[in-house]
């Protein structure tokens, strides 16, 4: 599994933004393979750690795909959650990127 491999070496060379990007595609490959509960737990860490490093780019697409396997779960509440987060990113990055067109 590539993820893993990318996880481990980013682990190994400190590099923080690939470690969670590694947690979030191996979350979903586990959670393709059956493993549901486990797969979120590995996305929702990788979200968190993508946050920490300020990174927002992706983020909609992880939120949106965390909340289908919680939903999956049987945890609509927290679907739902994660779905309004996702607009409210989406609204977010848009006004960044309306804001830096206007200004050019």
Same mark, same amino acid.
Not at 2 to 21: I, Q
Not at 54 to 83: C, D, I, M, W
């Given at each position: ?17 690939? !470690? %969670?990007? =590694? #947690?979030?595609? +191996? ?7 059956? /493993?549901?509960? $486990? &797969? ?10 993508? !946050? %920490?490093? =300020? #990174?927002?780019? +992706? ?7 965390? /909340?289908?396997? $919680? &939903? ?33």
């Amino acid at each position: 599994m590539h993820s893993a491999v990318v996880v481990r070496l980013a682990d190994e060379h400190g590099l923080n933004l690939r !470690r %969670a990007l =590694g #947690s979030v595609y +191996s979350g979903w490959s586990r959670a393709e393979n059956g /493993a549901v509960g $486990e &797969g979120a737990a590995m996305i929702r860490d990788g979200i968190a750690k993508y !946050r %920490a490093g =300020g #990174s927002a780019l +992706s983020l909609p697409l992880y939120l949106v795909s965390l /909340a289908s396997l $919680e &939903g999956t779960l049987g945890n609509q509440s927290e679907a739902l959650k994660l779905s309004w987060r996702h607009a409210r990113q989406t609204r977010k990055d848009l006004s960044v990127v309306q804001r830096g067109f206007y200004a050019a």
